[in-house]
């Protein structure tokens, strides 16, 4: 889901260089969420931007951005995040 554009690329080996965040948490993580916590977080897009490159509305890309802080906190402290009848 990223492009080489606007240096995205050097931006995102910056971000994962500097990052407290383990890679595995964000692995488990939905990638819809993944994607705007990356993007926001670790990239530093504005919330219309991850919203522009995703197809959807900026209230939704917050959404997805503190959705996936939220299960990672969660992940991290060892919660489970699973919903019901899931395994």
Known sequence: ???A???IRDKLVTGVQTCALPIWALGQV??????????????GLSFKEVA???GIAETAAKL??????????????GDNMKGPGET
């Open 64 to 77: 997805r951005s503190s959705r996936g802080v939220a299960q990672l906190r969660a992940l991290l402290r």
């Open 5 to 7: 554009e606007d240096g």
């Open 52 to 54: 522009d490159r995703a």
């Open 1 to 3: 889901f990223f492009q």
């Open 30 to 43: 939905a990638p819809a969420r993944r994607a705007a916590v990356i993007q926001h977080h670790l990239l």
